[in-house]
């Protein structure tokens, strides 16, 4: 009998260890099912752009990780009672190999992939939480719950989610450049021979998008353009509309089939899409007591189903490309200035 009481003892020691056991825990199969999951769905939602299909939908952007997180849950919870870091951290880690899955099976691109991957393991850990909660309540899962991973293609099949809407603003930024308006201006609208190092610590580039290569403004039968070429073949133009010479200029964009070529940048955010679009780029020059106010100001579309986010991703990243951009004028002019036979002053040679 005290044999048989000691097993028992043991048996519950066990067990409430099991319980309390932290990730990485000892059968990984519900977070393997959830990347499945996930997996099942992105392959799914593989449509072309804008369509309720589409992996920019808002069934498939919204409900796929929140599914996740709760099928990973659910699944564990079969097994034995999991712990509130469980609900909140396995969820987590399930989306994150989700996308790192369809990267390694190359359904998406890296950019795309680390712009989604913190809204996702939040929707994530917001599925898991909820299922852990659910599970406490009724004490056990039921297998109703099953029907968690159908529910995006449900909202698949009903079309749009949430109707997408059109987000118009703009992102202006402003440097102080010890040079004058003329050096500063001729850095603007010719910049050749753009070296790595001038634009690679900008986030958008660190994630993937191409560096550029050179601007320049050049007279066709249309007028100036401002010729843009990126790395991986992308090239575009900038049609000017407005051209004050050492005070202001603006252009809009112009894109041919062939501006980004395959590859080049993800097709979710290419620019002049159906979700994202540069509308237009200007420059002032204000001259200062000891140089130039160089201020930029570029406006842009956001249209998503989700733009709470996505103008917020877009904003960030586009307020730190004028930063770039701006120290980038400003390091040439100022490199200008101190190259020019006489040392060009601001208030002109000397």
Known sequence: MKDDSSELLAEESGSQADREAPLPFAKRY??????????????????????????????????????IGMVTVYLAERVRRRTWGYYFWAPMLATALFVAGTLVIMIEGLICAIVIIPMFSVLGAMGGLVMGITCRLTNWPKPAVYTLGAFPLL????????????????IERSIHIAAPPAVVWQALVHTPDIAPSEFEHGWAYRIGVPLP???EVVDTDGGKVRQFHMGKGVHF??????????????????????????GALDDHVLIGGHYFDLLDTSYQLSP???GTRLTFKVHYRVSTQFNLYASWVARMLLGNFGDVALAFYGG???AAVSTAPGRVTAGGAR
């Open 237 to 262: 133009e900038g049609v000017v509309t407005d051209w004050q010479p050492q005070t202001f200029v603006r252009w809009t964009y112009r894109f041919k089939p062939d501006s980004f070529p395959a």
């Open 30 to 67: 519900p977070v393997v099912a959830g990347v499945c999951l996930g997996l099942v769905l992105r392959f799914i939602f593989s449509g072309p752009a804008g369509s309720a299909w589409s992996a920019m939908s808002g069934a498939f952007i919204f409900w796929t990780p929140i599914a």
């Open 213 to 215: 290569l050179s601007g």
């Open 332 to 334: 040439r002019s100022i």
């Open 288 to 290: 200062v007591a000891d």
């Open 155 to 170: 909202l698949g099949a009903l079309g749009a989610a949430t109707p997408a809407s059109n987000d118009f603003s703009h």
